[in-house]
């Protein structure tokens, strides 16, 4: 039973362009929702969140949208640059933890 | 500030032989995590401790896996006996109590042959 879906795996994009990346989940109890970026032979590193009772959180080139009643959510990135290109994952949080997406690898081409 | 501190980085051992991993949180971080993470996966949560503690183990395959945190600061997850389907990074957490957001250490990756 996933709770939490990436359901491309992969996404490749131009520089400069908009990347949007897509999650979606099954348990309501989620009241954080975070996504991660990891690069090579590294752990992830925190990117950006948004609380259960925002739609809407904007960081820099990165904002996230929430939609509750759908249970999901979206990180956008504009414009992409080629140091974006990682591993994202969408990790909701509850109780103390995030369960985590299988991740969506992105590529920014030059 | 020093991030999460885990070794070795790199494991491989044969099938049947038994293995410990270490990690040192931030400094002051309560909350530690060991989060198990296959190739093509997420990271699935293990285990979680409180301090001292464990939180929530419900997913740690108790017959083969241990983890112990002492004194609440450094933590030691072990295999016995490993499976070939243990071959993983195993990534180790940190995080202030009742903060969202986790620091991750680079990682150990283990492959059992």
């Known amino acids: 039973d996933q709770q939490v879906k990436q359901n491309s795996p992969s996404l490749s994009v131009q520089e400069g362009r908009i990347s949007i990346l897509n999650c979606d989940y099954t348990?309501?109890?989620?009241?954080?929702f975070l996504w991660y970026k990891k690069y090579p032979a590294e752990g992830p590193t925190f990117l950006i969140s948004?609380?259960?009772?925002?739609d809407k959180n904007e960081d820099g080139r990165f904002t996230v949208f929430l939609n509750k009643s759908a249970k999901h959510l979206s990180l956008h990135i504009v414009p992409s640059q080629p140091g974006d290109s990682a591993v994202y994952f969408c990790?909701?949080?509850?109780?103390?933890?995030?369960?985590f997406g299988d991740g969506t690898t992105l590529t920014v081409k030059p | 500030e020093a991030g999460v501190a885990q070794s070795p980085r790199y494991k491989i051992i044969e099938k049947r032989q038994s293995v410990a991993f270490w990690c040192n949180p931030i400094?002051?971080?309560?909350?530690l995590y060991w989060y198990q993470q296959i190739l093509g996966q997420g990271p699935k949560l293990l285990i979680q401790?409180?301090?001292?503690?464990?939180?929530?183990d419900s997913q740690l395959p108790k017959d083969r896996f241990s983890a112990e945190r002492l004194k609440g600061v450094d933590s030691t997850l072990k295999i016995q006996p490993a499976k070939l389907e243990d071959s993983a990074v195993y990534l180790c957490?940190?995080?202030?109590?009742?903060?969202?957001?986790?620091?991750f250490g680079q990682g150990t990756r283990l492959t059992v042959v």
């Open positions: 957490a940190s995080s202030l109590e009742d903060n969202t957001e986790a620091f």
């Open positions: 348990n309501s109890m989620f009241d954080y």
């Open positions: 948004i609380s259960s009772i925002k």
């Open positions: 990790a909701p949080y509850n109780a103390g933890k995030s369960t």
């Open positions: 400094s002051g971080h309560a909350t």
């Open positions: 401790f409180q301090n001292n503690g464990v939180v929530d």
